[in-house]
């Protein structure tokens, strides 16, 4: 790798943020952009692994030192992460749900429309 590319992705590795595990951050988010950057540092699934291990803190941190079976590829350390730290959902999908639950049939309102 030549020296630009070098000091680029130090640069890039440097201000690329932890996850915690808060709910305030999108696992889904953080993975996206972690991903990104080990796609441009062209990264193997093993160094994947290991270096992720090094972007978590608090409770994620907590929670991957917990892990008695270390995670065999990349994609089940994401899989288990997103399980154990789901993202907040989207507040406009929660408004919509939320107006769904509470829709009561109409008095014009035909059963079939309304059930459908």
């Not at 630009?4 to 951050?25: A, D, M, P, R, Y």
């Not at 093993?46 to 803190?57: C, N, P, V």
């Not at 288990?80 to 907040?88: H, I, M, T």
């Amino acid at each position: 790798m030549d020296r630009v590319n070098t000091l680029f992705l130090e640069k890039v590795l440097k201000n690329l943020s932890k996850f915690s595990g808060t709910t305030q951050q999108r696992v889904n988010d953080w993975l996206l952009t972690i991903n990104q950057v080990f796609d441009a540092c062209e990264l193997s699934e093993q160094q994947r692994r290991k270096w992720a291990i090094g972007f978590l803190s608090d409770e994620a941190l907590k929670w991957y030192n917990r892990q008695l079976i270390k995670f065999e590829t990349w994609s089940d350390f994401q899989n288990a992460l997103k399980d154990n730290f789901p993202s907040p959902p989207d507040p406009s999908r929660s408004i919509i749900h939320q107006q769904i639950l509470c829709w009561k049939q109409g008095d014009t309102e035909i059963f079939t429309a309304y059930y459908c």
